[in-house]
């Protein structure tokens, strides 16, 4: 057993192990599994085979820098889609009170108070002010 004990630990030396991508793969092989309960399709069934492959790979994987630069450009994408998801259900929740518009200087997204008429806002990223129409 001591034997087996020290094989283990020599193989996982050096390896990358898991990150946030890892947990994202496994969703997203969970995911699969229950679409082709539904769907039974073979193309589900061989995408799956290659996300756990690629599952396998990751974690296994001796390019530690490689598989630290993927994770890097997943959260980038990851953590952009839930700003949106967020901002979307903000807007949603707060549109009898405010509305939400895009500075056309920097782009980001401001809150304002639901007050129907135009007027001015200062951008508090870029001071720049701007017009806005709020319309009820
Ligand atoms: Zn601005």
Redesign the pocket.
């Known amino acids: 057993m001591e034997k087996f004990k020290a094989m283990l630990i020599r193989f996982l030396r050096g390896r990358y192990g898991v990150d946030p991508l890892y947990y994202a793969l496994v969703g997203l092989y969970a995911a699969l599994l229950v679409l082709n309960l539904i769907i039974r399709s073979e193309m589900v069934s061989l995408l799956t085979w290659f996300v756990i492959a690629e599952i396998v790979f990751r974690a296994f994987s001796r390019n530690i820098a490689k598989r630290q630069m993927e994770n890097a450009k997943f959260l980038k994408l990851w953590n952009k889609a839930q700003g949106a998801y967020r901002l979307t259900v903000r807007r949603l929740k707060e549109s009898k009170t405010h509305r939400f518009r895009r ?6 997204v ?1 809150r304002l108070p639901n007050h129907k008429g135009t007027h001015t806002a200062k ?6 002010e ?1 017009e806005i129409r709020i319309m009820l």
């Not at 500075?103 to 980001?108: L, M, V, Y």
């Open positions: 500075c056309p200087h920097c782009g980001i401001l951008c508090p990223g870029c001071s720049e701007f």
